[in-house]
Protein backbone atom coordinates (compact mmCIF):
# COMPACT_ATOMS: atom_id res chain seq x y z
CA UNK A 1 0.00 0.00 0.00
CA UNK A 2 1.01 3.37 -0.65
CA UNK A 3 2.02 5.93 2.21
CA UNK A 4 -0.30 8.84 1.87
CA UNK A 5 0.90 12.56 0.95
CA UNK A 6 -1.53 14.91 2.61
CA UNK A 7 -2.96 17.66 0.72
CA UNK A 8 -4.43 20.62 2.19
CA UNK A 9 -8.20 20.05 1.63
CA UNK A 10 -7.63 16.33 3.59
CA UNK A 11 -5.95 18.24 6.62
CA UNK A 12 -8.15 20.59 7.16
CA UNK A 13 -11.22 17.63 6.97
CA UNK A 14 -9.61 16.12 9.41
CA UNK A 15 -8.64 19.41 11.80
CA UNK A 16 -12.60 20.49 11.36
CA UNK A 17 -15.52 18.71 12.25
CA UNK A 18 -17.75 21.57 10.54
CA UNK A 19 -15.90 20.71 7.06
CA UNK A 20 -17.96 19.50 4.25
CA UNK A 21 -15.97 16.37 3.29
CA UNK A 22 -15.00 15.39 6.88
CA UNK A 23 -16.82 12.14 6.76
CA UNK A 24 -15.17 10.94 3.78
CA UNK A 25 -11.47 11.91 5.31
CA UNK A 26 -12.33 9.68 8.49
CA UNK A 27 -12.90 6.70 5.40
CA UNK A 28 -9.49 7.93 4.08
CA UNK A 29 -7.94 8.08 7.04
CA UNK A 30 -9.35 4.81 8.27
CA UNK A 31 -7.63 3.19 4.99
CA UNK A 32 -4.34 5.12 4.77
CA UNK A 33 -2.94 6.36 7.80
CA UNK A 34 -3.37 2.95 10.09
CA UNK A 35 0.60 3.56 9.93
CA UNK A 36 2.35 6.43 11.64
CA UNK A 37 4.29 7.20 7.80
CA UNK A 38 2.26 10.10 6.47
CA UNK A 39 4.02 12.85 4.34
CA UNK A 40 2.99 15.92 3.15
CA UNK A 41 4.94 19.36 1.75
CA UNK A 42 6.16 21.88 3.55
CA UNK A 43 3.72 24.14 0.54
CA UNK A 44 1.08 22.72 2.13
CA UNK A 45 1.92 23.50 5.56
CA UNK A 46 1.77 26.96 4.50
CA UNK A 47 -1.26 26.70 2.59
CA UNK A 48 -2.90 25.06 5.53
CA UNK A 49 -1.78 28.01 7.93
CA UNK A 50 -3.27 30.82 5.08
CA UNK A 51 -6.48 28.48 4.58
CA UNK A 52 -7.29 28.13 8.58
CA UNK A 53 -6.14 31.90 9.23
CA UNK A 54 -9.23 33.10 6.65
CA UNK A 55 -11.95 30.66 6.96
CA UNK A 56 -11.77 29.72 10.71
CA UNK A 57 -9.28 31.96 12.51
CA UNK A 58 -5.41 33.22 13.26
CA UNK A 59 -5.61 30.85 16.29
CA UNK A 60 -6.78 27.74 14.84
CA UNK A 61 -4.27 28.16 12.45
CA UNK A 62 -1.09 28.33 14.34
CA UNK A 63 -2.80 25.32 16.90
CA UNK A 64 -2.96 23.15 13.71
CA UNK A 65 -0.04 24.24 12.20
CA UNK A 66 2.00 23.68 15.52
CA UNK A 67 1.01 20.09 15.93
CA UNK A 68 2.09 19.91 11.88
CA UNK A 69 5.03 20.89 12.47
CA UNK A 70 6.01 18.39 15.67
CA UNK A 71 6.62 15.45 13.56
CA UNK A 72 9.54 17.13 11.56
CA UNK A 73 10.26 13.69 9.68
CA UNK A 74 6.82 14.08 7.71
CA UNK A 75 7.52 17.22 6.20
CA UNK A 76 8.91 16.74 2.76
CA UNK A 77 10.51 19.77 0.79
CA UNK A 78 11.26 20.24 -3.14
CA UNK A 79 14.63 19.75 -3.84
CA UNK A 80 16.05 22.27 -7.14
CA UNK A 81 15.38 18.91 -9.49
CA UNK A 82 11.74 18.92 -8.18
CA UNK A 83 11.13 22.48 -8.15
CA UNK A 84 11.97 22.63 -12.01
CA UNK A 85 9.87 19.46 -12.09
CA UNK A 86 6.60 21.39 -10.39
CA UNK A 87 7.45 24.09 -12.62
CA UNK A 88 7.27 22.66 -15.80
CA UNK A 89 4.36 20.66 -14.71
CA UNK A 90 2.57 23.86 -13.73
CA UNK A 91 3.23 25.62 -17.08
CA UNK A 92 1.82 22.71 -18.69
CA UNK A 93 -1.76 22.88 -17.20
CA UNK A 94 -4.67 24.26 -19.28
CA UNK A 95 -7.21 24.85 -16.78
CA UNK A 96 -7.42 27.70 -14.18
CA UNK A 97 -7.44 26.63 -10.50
CA UNK A 98 -4.68 24.39 -10.75
CA UNK A 99 -1.85 25.63 -7.91
CA UNK A 100 1.39 25.11 -7.73
CA UNK A 101 1.14 23.08 -4.59
CA UNK A 102 -1.14 21.00 -6.47
CA UNK A 103 1.55 20.37 -9.25
CA UNK A 104 4.42 20.08 -6.34
CA UNK A 105 2.33 17.39 -4.76
CA UNK A 106 1.63 15.10 -7.94
CA UNK A 107 5.76 15.47 -8.69
CA UNK A 108 6.90 14.69 -5.46
CA UNK A 109 3.69 11.82 -5.29
CA UNK A 110 5.70 10.19 -8.43
CA UNK A 111 8.64 10.50 -7.29
CA UNK A 112 8.05 8.75 -4.25
CA UNK A 113 5.39 6.82 -5.11
CA UNK A 114 2.94 8.06 -2.61
CA UNK A 115 -1.00 7.91 -2.27
CA UNK A 116 -2.31 12.02 -2.42
CA UNK A 117 -5.04 12.16 0.26
CA UNK A 118 -7.31 15.03 -1.55
CA UNK A 119 -10.68 15.57 -2.70
CA UNK A 120 -9.60 17.87 -5.67
CA UNK A 121 -10.74 16.22 -8.67
CA UNK A 122 -7.71 18.00 -10.42
CA UNK A 123 -5.92 14.58 -9.05
CA UNK A 124 -7.83 12.17 -10.06
CA UNK A 125 -7.09 13.11 -13.57
CA UNK A 126 -3.50 12.20 -13.44
CA UNK A 127 -1.99 9.06 -13.72
CA UNK A 128 0.73 8.61 -10.46
Known sequence: MNMPLLDTDFIISMSFPEESTRKQAKILADKYLSTNNVYYLDLVLYEVATVISRKYSQNKAIEV????????????????????????????????????VDCANVVIAKKLGLKILSFDKFYEKITL
Open 65 to 100: CSVMRKNTSSILKLSPEDEIKTWDFFNSQKNKNISF
